[in-house]
């Protein structure tokens, strides 16, 4: 199974930061990667598909890049609620496996 | 509007059964494959089991492979995940999503304890 770095797995920021998220697979998986937004007691909320196409209604402050193994979601400026836990997915081949994720808090 | 409302979930004891339902409306369900991801408490997400979109190829994590089946019916819109052979590591809130456009349920607490 491939599997998926994701790094750091937590970090504090403040309202402004930019923060940078990555993950790394374990082999090549093309552009075949997405990235969730999740809250405590909520569904994943997908942001980013195919490594860096932001879904509709996603703020732009969000970006994604990378190809191959290496890949890198970043918040340009934080908000408020963007306080969260982040998970990349590679959807190349199954088992489809997640990040172990990120969680963004308020410094 | 795009729903998926996932049902099923309780507690059960180990060595259990127990099957999910995800009733699907707003889009064209045989178009879609669809997908169980699993959370354990505090834990990140795990992906379980894949049905692609006729229902014709299946796929399933290690970890359930052999215990957990997955199907759909089309003439209800539903997916379903059939839990055999339940352990305590499969406590869990298990959401069902058509992972390629972002659809996710909100999700069914499994709880698999004596």
């Known amino acids: 199974a491939i599997q998926m770095t994701q790094s750091p797995s937590s970090l504090s920021a403040s309202v402004g930061d930019r923060v940078t998220i990555t993950c790394r697979a374990s082999q090549d998986i093309r552009k075949d990667l997405s990235w969730y937004q999740q809250k405590p007691g909520k569904a994943p909320k997908l942001l980013i598909s195919?490594?860096?196409t932001l879904q509709s209604g996603v703020p732009s402050r969000f970006s994604g890049s990378g190809s191959g193994t290496d890949f890198t979601l970043t918040i340009s400026s934080l908000h408020p609620e963007d306080f969260a836990t982040y998970y990349c997915l590679q959807d190349y081949t199954y088992p489809q496996t997640f990040g172990q994720g990120t969680k963004v808090e308020i410094k | 509007e795009v729903q998926l409302v996932e049902s099923g979930g309780g507690l059960i004891q180990p060595g259990g059964s127990l099957r999910l339902s995800c009733a699907a409306s707003g889009f064209t369900f045989s178009n879609y494959a669809m997908s169980w991801v699993r959370q354990a408490p505090g834990k990140g997400l795990e992906w379980v089991s894949t049905?692609?979109?006729?229902?014709?190829?299946?796929y399933y994590a290690d970890s359930v492979k052999g215990r957990f089946t997955v199907s759909k019916d089309h003439s209800k819109n539903t997916l379903y995940l059939q839990m055999n052979s339940l352990r305590a590591e499969d406590t869990a809130v298990y959401y069902c999503a058509v992972i390629i456009t972002g659809y996710w349920g909100q999700g069914t607490l499994v709880t698999v304890s004596p």
């Open positions: 049905i692609s979109g006729a229902g014709g190829n299946t």
């Open positions: 195919a490594a860096s």
